[in-house]
Structures are given as structure tokens and as C-alpha cells.
């Protein structure tokens, strides 16, 4: 059997934790988590997933997605590994920022259904 595809989950809520956790593992994708930047940046380090999944807050003094989404550009092993940013409130502002960074496809948290998200997640990447 081939190996599971990685995701790299940056979420700091534990309720959003589970559930896309849940929807990627019965999709048959490794869940790899972190909930702050730092974290992030460690576990990466001995990682290769298939797509980067950040929440764009990440609570008090714990960064954002977009900084860790601008430290993985710096790495050369991780570039042109898809990027989806997930975040609680998204505005016309910054969904052009985050596609003017580079970001792949931008959800909301509270309008985005597990389909929608598992039907891009295998178009970009495979199962």
C-alpha cells in the first residue's frame, strides 16, 4: 500500500483541530499539527507534506499563517507545495493579499463545507 499523503495542519483551535483532522484522516491523508508558528517551524523541519493547511490567527502572540506561509517560502524543500489559508473571517482585502502572496485557495472557516475542502485538497494533490 503507498503511503499516505502528508497534511500539515497549522490550527490553534482545538474544536477546528479535531474536526479537520477527522475529515483528512478518513480521506486517508497523515495529519500533521501544530498551533503556534514556532511549532510549526520545528515540526516542519523533519516533514514532507503534500499541502500546508494554516489558519490565518493563531491567537495571542502565537503569529499567523501568513508569517509561517513567508518562512516556508525561504525554504527551498517546501516551495511549490500548495498552500491553503482557512480562516474565521475572511474580507476582499485579504483574500487579494493572500493570493498576491502566493496562497493557493483561501477558506472560510464558518462558509466553507468538508466537501468543497476535500474536493480541492484531492484535485491539488492526489489521494
Given at each position: 500500500m503507498p503511503n499516505k499523503k502528508i497534511i500539515f495542519l497549522l490550527e490553534d483551535d482545538e474544536a477546528f483541530t479535531v474536526i479537520f483532522r477527522r475529515w483528512l484522516e478518513e480521506a486517508n491523508y497523515r495529519v500533521i499539527t501544530a498551533k503556534t508558528l514556532e511549532e510549526?517551524?520545528?515540526?516542519?523541519e523533519n516533514e514532507s507534506p503534500s499541502l500546508f493547511w494554516l489558519d490565518y490567527y493563531l491567537g495571542e502572540n502565537n503569529g499567523n499563517g501568513m508569517e509561517f506561509f513567508h518562512w516556508l517560502k525561504t525554504q527551498e524543500r517546501f516551495k511549490g507545495i500548495p498552500t491553503?489559508?482557512?480562516?474565521?473571517?475572511?474580507?476582499?482585502?485579504?483574500?487579494?493579499e493572500f493570493e498576491e502572496q502566493g496562497i493557493h485557495k483561501t477558506f472560510s472557516k464558518t462558509e466553507t463545507d468538508r466537501k468543497a475542502i476535500l474536493e480541492y485538497i484531492k484535485e491539488t494533490v492526489g489521494e
Amino acid at each position: 500500500m503507498p503511503n499516505k499523503k502528508i497534511i500539515f495542519l497549522l490550527e490553534d483551535d482545538e474544536a477546528f483541530t479535531v474536526i479537520f483532522r477527522r475529515w483528512l484522516e478518513e480521506a486517508n491523508y497523515r495529519v500533521i499539527t501544530a498551533k503556534t508558528l514556532e511549532e510549526a517551524k520545528k515540526l516542519a523541519e523533519n516533514e514532507s507534506p503534500s499541502l500546508f493547511w494554516l489558519d490565518y490567527y493563531l491567537g495571542e502572540n502565537n503569529g499567523n499563517g501568513m508569517e509561517f506561509f513567508h518562512w516556508l517560502k525561504t525554504q527551498e524543500r517546501f516551495k511549490g507545495i500548495p498552500t491553503i489559508m482557512v480562516s474565521i473571517t475572511i474580507d476582499m482585502e485579504k483574500l487579494k493579499e493572500f493570493e498576491e502572496q502566493g496562497i493557493h485557495k483561501t477558506f472560510s472557516k464558518t462558509e466553507t463545507d468538508r466537501k468543497a475542502i476535500l474536493e480541492y485538497i484531492k484535485e491539488t494533490v492526489g489521494e
